[in-house]
């Protein structure tokens, strides 16, 4: 794992909402500044670094991922339908509390995710221990039967840096038919798709 991990807290924040213009001259100024062109978070163009991202997981992400098709939910949804596709869920899994009082027990937060999908923790980190490179390629290998050309659907949240480096990863591997869910499970419950309780993939 790489040194100062992101928190589990920080990958479900959610943008703030825009506070509302009231009906005074604060409302004239609020439009004001709308049409003088304010540039919303989903309108801002974010280039591809050349390497991975490494920090700062929940910002907003590229349009693309070269070598990758990138897809929303609609699509998505057919690829899972086909069953042609593997779907991995890299959403990282929560640390165990250091230092927990004695008898206390732990149990990992409640994940959910896409019905059918492969939760693979802690993989889309900028850099992976020797171990986790290893679980990461290993499980790769198993789930698409060793067929570099099989589709992947690698998904995590929307604005989560940590499907865009799986996917960058997995083209480093030689896996030519990578697929990027950008939006990942908050598209997909906003198409109307319910999700299910995952389990880290063994």
């Known amino acids: 794992m790489e040194a100062g991990p992101v928190s589990i807290g920080e990958l479900k924040k959610t943008p703030m909402r825009r506070a509302a213009c009231g009906r005074t ?50 699509e998505a949804e057919t690829l899972l339908k086909s069953g042609s596709a593997v779907f991995l869920d890299v959403y990282p899994r929560a640390p165990k509390p250091a230092n927990l009082p004695a008898g206390t027990v732990w149990r990992d937060p409640t994940h959910m995710t896409i019905e059918g999908a492969h939760w693979l923790p802690n993989v889309g980190y900028g850099v992976l221990s020797p171990a986790f490179e290893t679980y990461f390629k290993s499980r790769l290998a198993r789930l698409t039967g060793d067929n570099p050309a099989r589709p992947v659907v690698f998904f995590c949240l929307k604005d989560c840096w940590m499907s865009w ?25 906003q198409a109307g798709f319910d999700l299910v309780k995952a389990t880290p993939e063994p």
């Not at 062109?37 to 309108?43: L, R, S, T």
């Not at 990863?169 to 990027?180: D, H, K, P």
């Open 25 to 74: 001259l604060a409302a004239a100024l609020c439009l004001g500044f709308a049409a003088a062109g304010v540039v919303h978070a989903d309108e801002i163009t974010v280039p591809e670094p050349d390497g991975y991202r490494t920090d700062a997981y929940r910002k907003p992400v590229p349009k693309t991922l070269t070598g990758a098709r990138v897809i929303g939910a609609d």
């Open 165 to 189: 480096n799986a996917g960058k990863r997995a083209l480093s591997w030689g896996y030519t038919n990578v697929i990027w869910f950008a939006d990942g499970t908050d598209a997909w419950q």
